[in-house]
């Protein structure tokens, strides 16, 4: 099955989809050109904020509120007003480092992580409802995908340049990873894990940076089905539609020559295609 361009919108960095439920629109960051981007699928409406920092990841809050990671750390984004409430900065100062990848589990926790492009010095963190910041996983390389199974046990987890998806089991209640163990390792030539998901049958899919493709893998870390995409650098994907059943797939320009970009014309657009399964509602951040 191959994804086809739903916005021809070339980000330079698309990430972080997510599906709002009661607008029942996409939103999705350009991190590199600092905005956030806004898709109604049933009018085609398109929508950008240029928001002034790089935001490499957001979460649902409740109306038009929304929780952020980005360039700045950690920030509460008023979307009517275009408003940043700054929360917290823990790697402030810290040379080459920003916020990348993050999402919120289905207790109402904020998990995000940091990344820079040269050592093991990055960090996974938790936010709770009670805006306290905790480190859950240390000497990251840089911190990706992040999803849990449908029945809470299991906390997946990508650190990109270890080209490797992890399990950890997780304790929804008290929001505790343990048993960390390798779930799938990726080769060198089959693109780095990036942005993840999980879908309502438990499966993980996976975008695979510099692979031209989305992964499907079961519960047991086994290849399923695979969506191509006429780009090198799809960077995450996401669950939408009204049923939940559409996969929007972000992609970038980041880092092409010339000459790749003239072989594919599509880079940084979003995609979409209906993989015959359904994805789980994103919860709300609890704060």
Not at 183 to 208: H, K, M, Q, Y
Not at 252 to 267: M, Y
Request: charged share 25%; proline share 6%.
């Amino acid at each position: 099955m191959q994804a086809k361009t739903i916005i021809d919108c070339h980000n330079e960095l698309g990430e972080g989809p997510i599906w709002h439920p009661l607008e029942n629109r996409l939103y999705w960051a350009d991190i590199l050109e600092k905005k956030i981007q806004r898709y109604d699928p049933v009018s085609n409406d398109y929508q950008v904020f240029s928001v002034g920092q790089m935001i490499t990841a957001i979460g649902l809050r409740g109306g038009s509120n929304f929780i952020t990671a980005g360039e700045h750390g950690i920030a509460f984004w008023d979307a009517d007003r275009d408003i940043f409430h700054p929360i917290c900065d823990p790697e402030k100062g810290k040379p080459n480092a920003r916020f990348n990848d993050g999402k919120v589990d289905r207790d109402g926790r904020f998990w995000a992580g940091t990344m820079t492009k040269v050592d093991i010095s990055s960090t996974l963190y938790r936010l709770d409802k009670d805006l306290v910041l905790t480190p859950m996983i240390r000497n990251v390389t840089i911190s990706n995908g992040i999803g849990w199974s449908p029945d809470d046990r299991i906390m997946y987890y990508n650190d990109t340049r270890r080209h490797t998806m992890y399990a950890y089991d997780f304790a929804h209640e008290s929001g505790e990873i343990s048993n960390k163990r390798e779930f799938v390792r990726f080769g060198e030539n089959a693109g780095s894990p990036d942005g993840l998901t999980v879908d309502a049958e438990g499966f993980i899919w996976c975008a695979l940076w510099g692979g031209w493709r989305v992964k499907r893998y079961s519960p047991e870390g086994k290849c399923v089905q695979t969506i191509e995409v006429p780009v090198a650098q799809p960077s995450s994907c996401a669950f939408g539609g009204e049923n939940l059943d559409i996969l929007y797939i972000t992609s970038a320009r980041e880092g092409l020559s010339e000459e790749k970009l003239a072989d594919q014309p599509e880079a940084g657009n979003l995609f979409a295609c209906q993989p015959g399964v359904q994805g789980l509602p994103e919860p709300k951040f609890a704060g």
